[in-house]
């Protein structure tokens, strides 16, 4: 009464059933398990391929420090350089200075020795040519010529007389 009221009958329910069970099992076996591995190969690509950007991105992070690093280090090593090159520089400019100084000094240490030489020897000639004068002079006066000791005694007198009023 049942299967005249709703119509269906077991067996054909059953055999849908079967059919559906069957159709499922096929489609798990060669529809949803080719799907899913095909998903999962996908995935893991993507994965590997996020893994790999990923290695990128912190291969590059480390190389981005390691060149602030050796910028750094470059930037130190040339500073330093400029400093040793200032301070080798400052040093030779003392020694230059140090140098012209001293030659200047001899110089000038030369120079009062040439002026002190000269002027022994402009004195001395004046000594000579005044006491040449004083000797003609004193003959005149005189009036008579003077013996060697009385030139050499009015050459001395004179001279001592001339170096008391310089």
Known sequence: ???SFIGVDFWTALFILLNTLLLLF???KFLFVPVKNLI???QKEIDDLYAEANAAKDQAKAMESEYRQKLSAASETGERM???AVARGQAREEEILRKANAEAGAIL?????DIAQEKKKAVNDAKDEISGMALAIAEKVVGRELTGADQTRLVEDFINELG???
């Open 1 to 3: 009464m049942f299967e």
């Open 26 to 28: 096929v489609a798990k």
């Open 40 to 42: 999962d190969s996908r």
């Open 82 to 84: 400029v400093k040793e």
């Open 109 to 113: 240490d030369k120079a009062a020795a």
């Open 164 to 166: 008391e009023q310089s």
